[in-house]
């Protein structure tokens, strides 16, 4: 049996890879109500991408996917938290606002999946998505969900976890990384 590393089996399920020029550029927005359909349409796809990702690999701390990582340069995203709760369906999110207070935790990225790195992020974000029929929704998330959601909404701005990496700290291989399949530790939680 061939050993497959974990970023060519993402790139057989469908997922843009690293150096890919989608995913250093800024997602185009939708124009919701009139692009309803086009949004439903970019919704589905990352479902599907999900669902196929999910069957081959398990995310204990749950998963994210921004259209970019598909091949569509839209402004949309799905995060699947970890556990029972509903997908969190993200349409032209943007953070309006952060935390001082930060934590660093490694995060893998489906578009380079061969490796871990330790990236600081805020530990509650407020964020202003737009619904399929254009209202605009301010949801606040914490903690793991925060940096879920924040991970997905630098890649609809064509920013890659690594760009907020620590300078000196680099990515280190999957197989080096302790945590796997472990859940984010905070303190107090």
């Not at 185009?28 to 069957?55: C, K, N, S, W, Y």
């Amino acid at each position: 049996m061939i050993d497959v590393r974990p970023s060519q089996q993402m790139r057989d399920l469908g997922v843009v890879q690293r150096g890919a020029g989608i995913l250093a550029e800024p997602a185009r927005a939708f124009d919701l109500p009139t692009e309803r359909d086009v949004a439903e349409h970019v919704v589905d796809e990352l479902f599907a991408a999900m669902e196929r990702i999910g069957q081959v690999h398990p995310f204990a701390k749950g998963m994210g996917i921004a259209a970019p990582q598909i091949g569509i340069a839209r402004a949309a995203a799905v995060v699947h938290p970890p556990g029972d709760a509903p997908t969190i369906i993200l349409l032209n999110p943007k953070i309006t606002s952060s935390s001082d207070e930060m934590d660093e935790q490694y995060e893998g990225c489906l578009s380079f999946f061969d490796v871990r790195g330790l990236a600081p992020r805020p530990l509650k974000i407020t964020v202003e998505a737009t619904a399929p029929t254009g209202e605009t929704v301010t949801t606040v998330y914490d903690r793991g969900l925060a940096r879920l959601v924040h991970h997905e909404i630098d890649h609809l701005a064509g920013l890659l976890y690594t760009a907020r990496m620590r300078t000196g700290i680099e990515p280190i291989p999957v197989e080096e990384y302790r945590q796997t399949g472990r859940a984010w530790i905070y303190d107090g939680a």
